[in-house]
Nanobody
Framework: VQLQACGGGLVQAGGSLRLSCAASGRIFSSSVMGWFRQAPGKEREFVARIRWGVGITSYANSVKGRFTISRDKAKNTVFLQMNSLKPEDTAVYYC???????????????WGQGTLVTVSS
């Protein structure tokens, strides 16, 4: 599986962005697609995940109520709609694919190249 993430950019605090992650290759119903982010000098942290087959989602507390993860099975694409963005959301956002519904990046074996989100105050 190869992942291609896009949609990052510069936005003012309170604004919105929508990230996309297109997957090539077969994604199994049991697969889990996740979004993680990594700010400068910090470790990669979990943002959201979705179980590909049943669509069950999970979010980090820091983004709950502001971010929404979704997927389009026909397009093999997962999205992250980010609303009410804050300066602390600034990071490189990565999409990952794995086989376990986990918040640990070690459980994701495939990664996209990352897309930079910068939120100005």
């Amino acid at each position: 599986v190869q992942l291609q993430a896009c949609g990052g950019g510069l936005v003012q605090a309170g604004g919105s962005l929508r990230l996309s992650c297109a997957a090539s290759g077969r994604i199994f119903s049991s697969s889990v697609m996740g979004w993680f982010r990594q700010a400068p000098g910090k470790e990669r942290e979990f943002v959201a995940r979705i179980r590909w087959g049943v669509g069950i989602t999970s979010y980090a507390n820091s983004v709950k109520g502001r971010f929404t993860i979704s997927r389009d099975k026909a397009k093999n694409t997962v999205f992250l709609q980010m609303n009410s963005l804050k300066p602390e959301d600034t990071a490189v956002y990565y999409c990952g694919a794995g086989s376990h519904a986990s918040s640990s990046s070690t459980q994701y074996g495939y990664w996209g190249q990352g897309t930079l989100v910068t939120v100005s105050s």
